[in-house]
C-alpha cells in the first residue's frame, strides 16, 4: 500500500477519520473485488497529490464489518468523503482519475 494509504480499522476509524482535521476520503474496498484493485492506483496517486491537503484512508469491510455497516455501505468500492468529522459526500464505483477527483473536490467543496 502507498505511504500517504492509510489503513483503518473498526478501533482506529474514529481517531483516524472522524478526528481528523484534514479532510478523509476513506476508500470501503475488499482484496477479491476487481473494482476496488482497479481503484487502488487511483486512490495512490490521489493521495499523493493532495498530500498535506486531504487524507485518504481505506477500510477492508470484510475486517472492519463495523465501520462499513455504520455507514451503510452496501456496494464496494464505496469512498465516503468526511469533513469536520462528518460524511460530505459518497461515491461509488470504479472510475476515471479525473472523474474520482471532480467528485471529491465536489463533496469538498459544499
Given amino acids: 500500500m502507498a505511504q500517504n494509504v492509510l489503513e ?11 478526528q481528523s482535521t484534514l479532510p478523509v476520503v476513506v476508500d470501503f474496498w475488499a482484496p477479491w473485488c476487481g473494482p476496488c484493485r482497479a ?19 481505506k477500510v ?3 475486517e472492519a464489518a463495523g465501520v462499513a455497516g455504520q455507514y451503510g455501505v452496501m456496494s464496494i468500492p464505496t469512498f465516503l468523503v468526511f469533513k469536520g468529522g462528518k460524511p460530505v459526500g459518497q461515491i461509488v464505483g ?13 463533496a469538498l467543496a459544499s
Fill in 94 to 106: 470504479a472510475m476515471p482519475k479525473e472523474t474520482f477527483v471532480a467528485r471529491v473536490e465536489a
Fill in 8 to 18: 483503518v480499522t473498526d478501533s482506529t476509524f474514529e481517531a483516524e477519520v472522524v
Fill in 39 to 57: 481503484m487502488a492506483p487511483v486512490l495512490e496517486q490521489f493521495a499523493q497529490e493532495k498530500a498535506g491537503e486531504v487524507k485518504v484512508a
Fill in 60 to 62: 477492508n469491510v470484510d
